[in-house]
């Protein structure tokens, strides 16, 4: 049997722009990205703090501190906003009781913080 569990966390990001010209996708400054152990093109989940939005899209590349909705997303958050954006994995179940997500902690300023 295998289960879907979480395998990654940017936690309380702040949405810097909403795109809605851009073809759809959520860009994510590629230190974010790598500090989560994301890579482009994946689906991820995002959380909205501020209105419960939830909703699915892909991740490319932004600029250093962006977290910007593109596309149809762009009407699903406000900028400000503090959204939780979340991968998940399918796995087997014995391997998904020792696993441990990868979880990024961001201030304000969408800058990791060290814990």
Partial sequence: MTIEILASKIHRAVVTDANLNYVGSISISEELIKAANLIENQKVEILDVNNGERFATYVIKGKKGEICLNGAAARKVCVGDVVIIVAYASMKFKKAKK???????????????KE
């Fill in 99 to 113: 696993f441990k997500p990868t979880i990024v902690h961001v201030n304000n300023k969408n800058e990791i913080i």
